[in-house]
């Protein structure tokens, strides 16, 4: 992505007079290139919040499950010594 950015740099930033291009056109690419590049930092950290997130609730669901289990065992055993 940081060649085709830097590529379009360089040919909106051409001199010469005359260029089988718009200048214009190399220009809006290289800011579009920019954006992306800024939005996908963003959305790789909103990403890996969400997955934290998500990973939080599915461990706290298993310690909740593994609790309940030993709760269980507990009156089993208690149960059988009665």
């Known amino acids: 992505m940081a060649f ?9 930033s051409d001199k010469h007079q005359m260029v089988p291009y718009s200048r214009e056109i190399a220009d809006q690419r290289r800011k579009y290139g920019d954006n992306m590049l800024r ?11 969400f997955e934290s997130e998500a990973q939080a609730k ?8 593994q609790e309940e289990r030993e709760r269980q ?6 149960s059988c010594l009665y």
């Open 4 to 12: 085709s950015l830097r590529l379009f740099a360089s040919l909106a």
């Open 73 to 78: 065992e507990a009156l089993e055993v208690s």
């Open 39 to 49: 939005k996908g930092d963003e959305h790789l950290a909103t990403q890996r919040q």
């Open 58 to 65: 599915i461990d706290a669901a298993r310690q909740k499950r």
